[in-house]
Nanobody
Framework: VQLQASGGGLVQAGGSLRLSCAAS????????VGWFRQAPGKEREFVAA????????RYADSVKGRFTISRDSAKSTVHLQMNSLEPEDTAVYYC????????????????????WGQGTQVTVSS
């Protein structure tokens, strides 16, 4: 499956953006799809993920209550709605997918995900 991320941009603190991750080549039918981000000089970190089959979701503590991950079955697309953005959210955001079934902490590990899209830059100004 190929992943195409879009929706990044520049926004002021407190603003909102919606990222999209579209699948091509295959549908997401049995995948877990996640979003990760990487700020300059930092390691890639987990943001959110959703199981396409069950709709179960996971969020990093830093984004709970502000970000929402959802799936659009008709378009085989996963969205990440980001509200109340903070300068600390500035990073390149990557979508990723896996056919593996996560359990426990593996949801949050980049190593679980074997398909990655190109990044999309999110910049939040103070």
């Amino acid at each position: 499956v190929q992943l195409q991320a879009s929706g990044g941009g520049l926004v002021q603190a407190g603003g909102s953006l919606r990222l999209s991750c579209a699948a091509s080549g295959r549908t997401f039918s049995s995948y877990v799809v996640g979003w990760f981000r990487q700020a300059p000089g930092k390691e890639r970190e987990f943001v959110a993920a959703i199981s396409w089959m069950t709709g179960n979701t996971r969020y990093a503590d830093s984004v709970k209550g502000r970000f929402t991950i959802s799936r659009d079955s008709a378009k085989s697309t996963v969205h990440l709605q980001m509200n109340s953005l903070e300068p600390e959210d500035t990073a390149v955001y990557y979508c990723a997918a896996t056919e593996n079934r996560p359990s426990g902490s593996t949801w949050y590990s980049p190593a679980l995900y074997n398909y990655w899209g190109q990044g999309t830059q999110v910049t939040v100004s103070s």
